[in-house]
């Protein structure tokens, strides 16, 4: 009982009484059935304008019609394929899972459980967590329309009409998801992507004969629907979630009435989405530009959101809070410094759920260059890499030779520390909690050398999974780092929740005539005891792929030190790993088969080296041989 009362007074001390407020009065109004009046199933028709009205007075957007300024064309075989694959009914899932859900897709059936969802239900009925179901992202994934990216595409390079496809696919969505009505209508987010997603193919379907008066009646009424339960759910992300789904929101209110300035209300949704939208993008992302989800591709994801309304505020003649920009730029500056020169790829670090919302390159989803260089060339009118993907956004950038990060890069508001010694890059996470981590994961250490990621950070998997899978890939074991008495730094709740924060952390980075040198601590463990503090110092010899770590922990009392070690099994034969304790004795490695998510919903077989000691303090000998 004492430590019940314990963890909740730890969680209001860490989400705050308004958090803990807001979600009980949104349970009771779901609950009582208050939510049924404010979004409202088979609400009247209102003609708000005409195909002909609409084609006539146009609001700026990206592109009109078919024609991509200065995009060449160009056939390239992965296009086709995806197209093909697409045609026949195999969606990417996740951008990787390839899943068969055939040419018919209901749009309620979960292919990972084969469970249906009620379409009956009012969308405050659905459960978004449930062992029967299972994920309910698998059923969304599709439902966001991200896939029409590949259609369009191909239909461009390969001059193929492909609208009589996509139109088919939002007018089978339409018929068969009544609005406010089942799954696809209980995440404002995926309701926002929806929107901007199918905007998008409107815009390039523009003259198509397929686009016909009634279509665009019926999808003119239903995103004006979506956005009315963006602006009136608003809260629940601004307030419970706080994060990359708040951005999304926000940026769909402020652009509800670029794109839809013919829609009632949108003059109001979008002056509170503008100032809503500047509100998030200032605290979330810090003033060092790194993100509060402290994930990869969660930032992604807000970089992609930052370049849809950057430029649609530049092509209305409107200016977002210069803080704005800042963030822009600071959160290119930061993922430039944390991405792998020779690959374009970044750590696998953080929560990573496959979001890849408007791809526009064939890609793959882990390398992260073009998303970068679009809102590069959206904010700067250059681009690092030539890509296809500029030129959607109506952008011509220039093309400037790649800036290689800096040697030593620290972030200290999130804690990111970043050495990168020619192509060989050690990125190290030391950081404390103003906001809700997402895991257990702190000093952990990537290691990249040419291209190739090593010692690697083992991902995520799936957000709705079993117990054991979830502690493993958000906990210590999932990482490299230390664990006291298998024990994770912070103790795990329910869902997204954590207890007991880490609050306390620091570190710093310095080069010596010979060296990089990294020295950091946290204080963390506090289930087990009070000052608990984890010390860990990286030497890295300079030029070569060489690091000494030392490990120290303070007041464990008898709890034995577990070293995690992952290891990309496909070089394993290259690094070499030894540990003594601090009395020079060598410790034995177990070597053991464990598990490595790249991409959503995908577990790969690994490796991973474990060293155990009773001793507070590890020392550690880490070479790779290339």
Not at 401 to 410: G, R, V
Not at 448 to 477: H, M, P, Q
Not at 484 to 510: E, P
Not at 561 to 572: K, S
């Amino acid at each position: 009982m004492i430590q019940k009362i314990k963890k909740i007074s730890n969680l209001v001390s860490n989400m705050g009484l308004r958090y803990i407020f807001f979600r009980i009065l949104y349970t009771i109004r779901a609950k009582l059935g208050w939510q049924k009046k404010t979004f409202p199933v088979e609400p009247t028709f209102k003609k708000t304008i005409s195909l002909k009205e609409w084609k006539e007075n146009l609001p700026p957007f990206f592109f009109y019609g078919k024609n991509i300024k200065n995009l060449p064309k160009q056939r390239k075989e992965a296009l086709a394929e995806t197209f093909q694959e697409i045609e026949k009914g195999m969606f990417t899932f996740f951008n990787k899972s390839k899943i068969n859900i055939g040419k018919n897709y209901n749009w309620l059936v979960n292919p990972s459980t084969e469970y249906r969802y009620n379409i009956n239900k009012h969308w405050s009925e659905i459960q978004d967590l449930s062992k029967e179901a299972g994920d309910i992202k698998y059923v969304w994934e599709k439902a966001r329309f991200s896939y029409i990216y590949d259609i369009i595409r191909y239909d461009y390079h390969y001059n193929e009409d492909k609208s009589a496809f996509i139109f088919s696919e939002i007018e089978s969505f339409i018929d068969k998801n009544p609005i406010n009505q089942g799954p696809n209508y209980k995440c404002s987010q995926e309701i926002s992507l929806r929107t901007l997603n199918w905007t998008f193919a409107l815009y390039y379907y523009k003259d198509s004969p397929n686009l016909t008066d009634a279509l665009f009646d019926k999808i003119m009424h239903t995103i004006y629907w979506q956005v009315h339960h963006v602006y009136h759910n608003i809260h629940f992300s601004r307030i419970t979630v706080r994060n990359n789904h708040a951005i999304t929101e926000t940026l769909m209110l402020y652009l509800s009435a670029k794109l839809f300035p013919f829609f009632p209300n949108v003059d109001k949704w979008s002056k509170k989405g503008k100032k809503w939208f500047e509100q998030e993008i200032k605290y979330q992302v810090y003033e060092d530009g790194t993100f509060l989800q402290f994930s990869m591709n969660y930032h992604r994801v807000v970089v992609q959101l930052l370049t849809w309304g950057i430029q649609l505020s530049k092509l209305n003649g409107e200016k977002f809070d210069s803080k704005v920009y800042e963030r822009a730029q600071k959160s290119l500056d930061f993922l430039d410094s944390c991405m792998d020169p020779v690959s374009g790829k970044l750590p696998n670090y953080g929560s990573n759920d496959g979001a890849l919302f408007f791809k526009l390159t064939n890609d793959d989803y882990r390398i992260y260059s073009s998303q970068l260089d679009d809102l590069r060339a959206v904010l700067n009118g250059y681009t690092y890499n030539e890509s296809e993907s500029a030129h959607w956004y109506g952008v011509q950038p220039e093309i400037k030779e790649y800036k290689q990060p800096d040697t030593l890069n620290a972030y200290e508001k999130s804690g990111y520390y970043i050495i990168q010694d020619g192509n060989t890059k050690t990125f190290v996470r030391c950081g404390k909690y103003k906001d809700r981590p997402f895991q257990s994961d702190n000093l952990h250490v990537d290691i990249w050398v040419n291209g190739i990621n090593y010692l690697r950070d083992n991902g995520s998997y799936k957000y709705n999974s079993d117990t054991k899978d979830i502690a493993y890939f958000n906990g210590c074991e999932g990482h490299n780092t230390v664990s006291v008495g298998k024990a994770d730094q912070m103790l795990k709740g329910s869902r997204f929740i954590w207890y007991y924060w880490v609050k306390t952390a620091k570190a710093h980075l310095k080069k010596t005539a010979t060296s990089y040198e990294f020295d950091g601590s946290i204080k963390a463990f506090a289930q087990l005891g009070n000052n608990i503090v984890h010390q860990r110092k990286i030497t890295k010899t300079a030029t070569e792929n060489r690091w000494e770590i030392e490990d120290t922990v303070q007041n464990k009392k008898e709890h034995s030190l577990y070293q995690y070690w992952h290891i990309n099994p496909e070089h394993f034969d290259k690094v070499k790993i030894s540990t003594k304790d601090d009395q020079g004795n060598q410790l034995e490695p177990l070597i053991e088969e464990k598990w490595f998510s790249g991409y959503y919903g995908i577990k790969e077989k690994s490796l991973r080296i474990t060293f155990t000691t009773k001793r507070k303090t590890m020392k550690t000998s880490i070479e790779i041989n290339i």
